[in-house]
């Protein structure tokens, strides 16, 4: 493509309103341009690398057998009524009536149109498992849509919707998609984890996100430094294996604290560390008063505490219901001398020796508490946050903390949506039994983003070859020199026959003009056609280690091959 | 694609509310379903069709330059407003408000959109002309949505929109996008004509509609039976040579026609003939009366009027009005005697001798008039409807009649949209000038019917193999019979490997309902692996002329290339 002939509008400024790095270089390089808040159009350069995002991403789930197919963006209120999500979805999802006032949803997912579709359609064992995926625009209307591409109101997505007869087909379809996703994230050239997520009432190990790293994520994800271990940081495992102090245990004893209640204050004013205390928070778990304790290090994990208890609701109690049960302030509660609560603890708790907890009396606390001895708990569990440096949960490494974009989330559905819009089958013995159904999703859109933030440089964005808008960037340094405009246009024509993909700089403009703009394209590899034309020299530089060599002409192609067959080799190429 | 591993649902019976054959078939093959009235999901094959249309659609707009992006499907209110079209398009556009209640549409079309990206980033003719085309679902809230894909309210559409500086530049984009769309349309196979159409008051050759003939069209084009000349109805010009019958003029003579009125009545009660009359019929024509005077056997074309007048509304006259003016009902005005109303005349007209008019008399005609003898024409025009045998205006064969599906449609748009929307650009001397646009649709989604409809046949859909879901068919007919199933599955496998696109019917399920499937289905070629692959033969058939041929394994791939390389030479192949 000559660039005189397409549309790629560079920006010298930093636009406006753009807070971050891929977002601000995707706007100055012409790749997208804002409609509306959080409503973007592709310009041609943006719009190739949507497509070679969505063609690595079909091919990957054609690989695993999944099969595409194309669901509408409207969709009637009705299905949405079935399931149950029209009033619980909120004001995310866009809502309209259509001439003869009829409600309908703009799609920000297809569960409901796929459950009703194959609930039609299939009704014997004999089909399943079905795996179907689509790539489609979606809309949700973000509260607050931000960082360009990255959280839209209308953006690009490819979700997949399988059905099974049975858990083991959905733990094999799960498992294939896992794979498919790691190739697509690996083919992008991105640094993501599969992290472990919190899947709610389903269970733990029910859902993966794909996270890549990236300091603008949302999420923070704790992984291994020595293995692919990840998880959602809520969702970590703790694996310490604590040890007693060799100590000889003392006896109890009620010390006056004063107004110190937090552990910070207690510690301070005990000159001890903050290992040896206990911190005793009470919950409302589906209405119960719950008594948790943990290390006064350590942070209660509350979706770890609704594992436990298999509990709907967890919530910290207020101060107020709090002192209602201790009598006291919530600094000063403890575990001593409490039978009228249930009481759970990490399990590092169990190793405190001569630790300090509160009193359940105004300014006291105990001293020289010992676990099991002066208070019983019901259950000890994991119970905690993980904190960086603690092991990782698969005995490999220890834990680092990184914030994470996610890209992509796999997720057993169960019978959420089966069950609600009555989608069953026939068993082999002629039973009628609810399909098992999975879902995944990759934002198609977001990658862009994603991408963009983790590769791009001071100057511009970097493209793996995977999806670059194009190979190469053919520049005419000064076209109205006749031996540059001529050999620039041949090597042009030349590679564009060899079935590269090649963008050519035949603009009027200055080279600085020229240069920076390819900077900010990213495009793979640059050939710039100047001056040493006359010598039959072009140069040849490599965006993203800036590496240039300086090529004969005659050569170029060899060289080129070469070169591009390389960097599609290496990872994310 | 393994059929076990895709779906596919069939139907039987015939669906009601499916009127015509394309909808009832793409139904019953598993192509298509209905989401909610003129909202349709596309399962599996239906979208391979979509995805293989959109990629020719493709491949020729880049053939001719135009450049790739992608537009959003929500359009904030503001631009429509600009535009003037919020207020005028009407209750076919979709409308919605956002959750902090601004108000957007979901794009029909996509002019305004465009147009301010292109005025906000191109400022000079340097960067013009330009052609920018998306593929991209379109929503329309049609009162009444019908024939399946035809008439739909979420539909694909291919837009493209070009900008330029000069006239002449807007013309040569136009002619390479009538060149790409016969392109286009003709790699489907379709019957097609491109069409002159009606531009309003821009001009009549400033827009062709793709028509694909089928009896099911809404609209009808008037073509040569021995050139590729064709016109909407409307459109068409008359070029017959008149002549006037060889007698002499005699007296003007008032006669008594009673109760009689129409030509029909008049003709019959006076035993003449209808070419012998001349039909009178009062217009407003931006509000002023022009008498239009065609022959009793044509009928007057209004689009010719306004044309010829250069009007914005031509409108015929009701009776009262008629009345008012004329002093006698309707059926008895005419020319003769005229000097307070504008006479034009349809050039046949001008030939009449001794011919019959009314007299602006109750009850009275006259007989015996003669034109530029007995009343006086300010003008003589093409003035009246084409009719099947008039000669084709290219001066090549006949014209014949036909109705058609609009498929495209290409459009000089002029400054329509600049002008309101301020898109300018500075000329060579620095000029401030409005840009001149063009724009052009092709009906993606509208096109799977067209097709459909154009090649199904009385068994099924019969695709050809530019847009055919798979190229071959294999099916295995008795799976239970090991050396059908393992040949069957090897033949799919080794087809595969060559890139066929292959199907195969693997399913545990009677050869009948294998055979209909595969007929509803339309592949182009299909393999029966049957009772003689003991014996080393396959069974191939081609779907479209039925005809089969007995071919022995070792000898199936060559056969095959041969089969499926004549049948992609073929016209829409």
């Given at each position: 493509m000559k660039q005189s002939n397409t549309f790629i509008p560079t920006l010298r400024e930093l636009p406006?309103?753009a807070?971050?790095k891929s977002h601000q270089l995707l706007l100055r390089a012409g790749f997208i341009r804002?409609?509306?808040?959080?409503?973007?159009?592709y310009l041609p350069l943006g719009k190739k690398v949507l497509q070679k995002?969505?063609?690595?991403?079909?091919?990957?789930?054609?690989?695993?057998?999944?099969?595409?197919?194309?669901?509408?963006?409207?969709?009637?209120?009705?299905?949405?009524?079935?399931?149950?999500?029209?009033?619980?979805?909120?004001?995310?999802?866009?809502?309209?009536?259509?001439?003869?006032?009829?409600?309908?949803?703009?799609?920000?997912?297809?569960?409901?149109?796929?459950?009703?579709?194959?609930?039609?359609?299939?009704?014997?064992?004999?089909?399943?498992?079905?795996?179907?995926?689509?790539?489609?625009?979606?809309?949700?209307?973000?509260?607050?849509?931000?960082?360009?591409?990255?959280?839209?109101?209308?953006?690009?997505?490819?979700?997949?919707?399988?059905?099974?007869?049975?858990?083991?087909?959905?733990?094999?379809?799960?498992?294939?998609?896992?794979?498919?996703?790691?190739?697509?994230?690996?083919?992008?050239g991105?640094?993501?984890?599969?992290?472990?997520?919190?899947?709610?009432?389903?269970?733990?190990?029910?859902?993966?996100?794909?996270?890549?790293?990236?300091?603008?994520?949302?999420?923070?994800?704790?992984?291994?430094?020595?293995?692919?271990?990840?998880?959602?940081?809520?969702?970590?495992?703790?694996?310490?294996?604590?040890?007693?102090?060799?100590?000889?245990?003392?006896?109890?004893?009620?010390?006056?604290?004063?107004?110190?209640?937090?552990?910070?204050?207690?510690?301070?004013?005990?000159?001890?560390?903050?290992?040896?205390?206990?911190?005793?928070?009470?919950?409302?778990?589906?209405?119960?008063?719950?008594?948790?304790?943990?290390?006064?290090?350590?942070?209660?994990?509350?979706?770890?505490?609704?594992?436990?208890?298999?509990?709907?609701?967890?919530?910290?109690?207020?101060?107020?219901?709090?002192?209602?049960?201790?009598?006291?302030?919530?600094?000063?509660?403890?575990?001593?001398?409490?039978?009228?609560?249930?009481?759970?603890?990490?399990?590092?708790?169990?190793?405190?020796?001569?630790?300090?907890?509160?009193?359940?009396?105004?300014?006291?606390?105990?001293?020289?508490?010992?676990?099991?001895?002066?208070?019983?708990?019901?259950?000890?569990?994991?119970?905690?946050?993980?904190?960086?440096?603690?092991?990782?949960?698969?005995?490999?490494?220890?834990?680092?903390?990184?914030?994470?974009?996610?890209?992509?989330?796999?997720?057993?559905?169960?019978?959420?949506?089966?069950?609600?819009?009555?989608?069953?089958?026939?068993?082999?013995?002629?039973?009628?039994?609810?399909?098992?159904?999975?879902?995944?999703?990759?934002?198609?859109?977001?990658?862009i983003t994603?991408v963009a933030e983790q590769m791009a440089d001071e100057k511009g964005l970097v493209w793996p070859m995977s999806i670059a808008p194009y190979h190469v960037h053919v520049i005419i340094v000064n076209t109205k020199d006749?031996t540059q405009w001529k050999q620039g246009n041949m090597i042009y024509e030349t590679l564009k026959?060899q079935?590269y993909e090649v963008l050519l700089d035949d603009r009027h403009e200055r080279a600085g003009v020229k240069f920076a703009d390819s900077d900010l394209f990213g495009i793979p590899v640059r050939i710039v056609v100047g001056k040493k034309i006359?010598?039959?020299i072009v140069e040849l530089k490599i965006r993203k280690t800036g590496e240039t060599l300086e090529i004969?002409v005659?050569?170029l192609q060899?060289e080129l091959d070469k070169l591009l067959?390389q960097l599609k080799?290496s990872?994310g190429q």
């Open positions: 406006a309103d807070e971050i804002q409609v509306a808040s959080g409503i973007y159009s995002i969505e063609n690595i991403v079909r091919e990957e789930m054609e690989q695993i057998g999944a099969v595409e197919l194309l669901m509408p963006a409207l969709q009637p209120a009705e299905l949405w009524q079935e399931s149950g999500r029209w009033f619980s979805y909120g004001p995310d999802l866009m809502r309209m009536n259509d001439r003869h006032d009829r409600p309908f949803a703009l799609g920000p997912t297809h569960e409901e149109v796929i459950t009703s579709l194959i609930r039609d359609e299939i009704k014997s064992y004999k089909r399943l498992p079905l795996t179907l995926f689509q790539i489609q625009t979606k809309f949700r209307d973000e509260k607050r849509p931000r960082y360009g591409l990255l959280r839209g109101r209308e953006f690009v997505m490819k979700d997949a919707y399988s059905f099974h007869t049975s858990k083991e087909s959905l733990d094999e379809t799960y498992e294939k998609m896992v794979q498919a996703y790691t190739n697509i994230f690996t083919r992008l991105l640094n993501f984890r599969a992290v472990i997520a919190d899947s709610g009432s389903i269970g733990g190990k029910d859902t993966h996100e794909f996270m890549v790293l990236s300091e603008i994520g949302e999420d923070t994800i704790a992984y291994s430094d020595a293995s692919d271990y990840a998880a959602n940081i809520e969702m970590a495992e703790v694996v310490t294996q604590y040890e007693k102090r060799d100590e000889t245990l003392k006896d109890l004893q009620k010390v006056n604290t004063g107004e110190h209640k937090t552990i910070e204050e207690v510690v301070n004013f005990l000159q001890i560390s903050p290992e040896d205390t206990i911190k005793s928070l009470l919950f409302n778990v589906d209405g119960e008063n719950v008594l948790v304790l943990v290390r006064g290090d350590h942070e209660v994990n509350d979706v770890k505490v609704k594992n436990l208890l298999n509990a709907s609701i967890v919530e910290l109690a207020s101060p107020e219901q709090t002192e209602e049960v201790f009598g006291c302030k919530i600094g000063n509660i403890g575990p001593v001398g409490v039978n009228h609560v249930k009481i759970i603890a990490d399990h590092a708790v169990k190793y405190v020796v001569n630790g300090v907890c509160g009193a359940n009396e105004a300014e006291q606390h105990y001293v020289n508490v010992n676990p099991d001895r002066d208070f019983t708990v019901e259950q000890y569990a994991d119970l905690r946050f993980i904190k960086e440096g603690d092991p990782s949960p698969d005995g490999k490494g220890k834990i680092v903390f990184a914030k994470g974009i996610e890209v992509g989330h796999v997720f057993k559905l169960g019978t959420r949506y089966s069950e609600a819009m009555n989608a069953v089958f026939l068993d082999e013995n002629g039973r009628s039994q609810t399909m098992i159904m999975g879902c995944y999703g990759i934002g198609i859109s977001r990658l994603a006749e026959k079935r006359n010598e039959g004969p005659d050569q060899e067959s080799g990872k």
